[in-house]
């Protein structure tokens, strides 16, 4: 057997909030929408992970997502001007990555990431 895809889901009485956040600022495409699930995601190629953590690294909260970015601090500002809550960074980690926290539009604290 092997694990072909991770997905994470989230609920939410009002999926269609999810389109601002991973469709129009993030540019991830709208995959499946059967009004009750709204799919988002992308053709690029990625590798399966799932991270279990006492803490998000640097002292702050374990995020419930990460998502890697090619370049942070486009995401950074788009997050910005789009009004989405920033809760830390941007930050240079010791551990090679730069990244901000946002929350998305359910609550939800969001790594944003790029490896340097």
């Keep these: 057997?092997?694990?072909?895809?991770?997905?994470?889901?989230?609920?939410?009485?009002d999926v269609q909030?999810?389109?601002s956040f991973y469709e129009e600022v993030l540019g991830l495409?709208?995959?499946?929408?059967?009004?009750?699930i709204a799919t988002y995601g992308s053709d690029v190629t990625?590798?399966?992970?799932?991270?279990?953590?006492?803490?998000?690294?640097?002292?702050?909260?374990?995020?419930?997502?990460?998502?890697e970015v090619d370049d942070v601090d486009a995401a950074y500002e788009r997050m910005k001007e789009a009004g989405f809550?920033?809760?830390?960074?941007?930050?240079?980690?010791?551990?090679g990555v730069r990244r901000f926290y946002v929350r998305d539009p359910f609550g939800k604290l969001v790594n944003i990431l790029s490896h340097r």
């Design 46 to 67: 990625m590798s399966v992970q799932i991270s279990i953590a006492s803490e998000g690294g640097s002292g702050t909260p374990t995020p419930d997502v990460s998502i």
């Design 85 to 95: 809550a920033i809760e830390y960074g941007p930050a240079d980690e010791p551990w």
């Design 1 to 13: 057997m092997q694990v072909k895809r991770i997905v994470t889901n989230i609920q939410s009485q």
């Design 29 to 36: 495409n709208l995959l499946m929408d059967h009004g009750w």
């Design 17 to 19: 909030k999810a389109k």
